[in-house]
C-alpha cells in the first residue's frame, strides 16, 4: 500500500505561540506517537508551514486575524521541536505556504500519483478548522480517487467545537475521520 502522511502545520506558534490552545499542546505527543508508528512503516511524510512575513497585518488574512503570527524566520514559525526531530528522523519534505492549502504540495502529490498510484492521504496537525481541513479538500479535488484520512486525535481546532464542526464537514465531502 502506498500511503502518505502529512504533518500540517504544527508549528510553535499553534501549539505555544500566538496562536496556541491547550487542545493543541495536547496533540502534541499523539502526532509524534503517529508519525513515529507511519515512518517505522516506510510511510512518506510530508510537513506544511504556515508562512507569513512582516508585512502580515495588511494582507486580508491579517486583517481578518489581526494576531501577527508564523512570521518566517521566528521561533513561532518553527515546527514544534519533538514533531521536528520525528519528521527529520524519516526525511520528510516541507512545503511552506502562505495560505491555508497548499496547492503546491497538491500538485506534488498528483504528479507523484501518476508515477507510483497513492492509495491513502493521511492527515494530521493544526488547525483542524482552517488547514486540516483546507488541505484535506484540496487533495480530495486533487486526487479524487485517492483515499483521504483526517485523524482526529492527532488534531486540534481553534476551538474544541470548531474542531468537530471541521471533522462533520469533511465527513460529509467523503473525507474518512479516524475517531
Known sequence: MNKVLVVIDSQND???GALGTAEARAAVSKIVDKIYAEGDKGTEIFTTQDTHYADYLNTQEGRSLPIEHTIDGTYGHELNSQIKTAVTKYGAKNFKKETFGSV???????????ENPIDEIELI?????????????LFKAFLPETIIK????CCAGVTPESH??????MEVCQIIVIR
Open 150 to 153: 483526517v485523524d482526529a486525535a
Open 164 to 169: 468537530e464542526r471541521a471533522l462533520q464537514s
Open 14 to 16: 499553534f501549539i505555544d
Open 104 to 114: 503546491e504540495l497538491a500538485q506534488y502529490l498528483q504528479a507523484q500519483n501518476r
Open 125 to 137: 496537525g493544526l488547525d483542524t478548522d482552517i488547514c486540516v481541513i483546507s488541505n484535506a479538500l
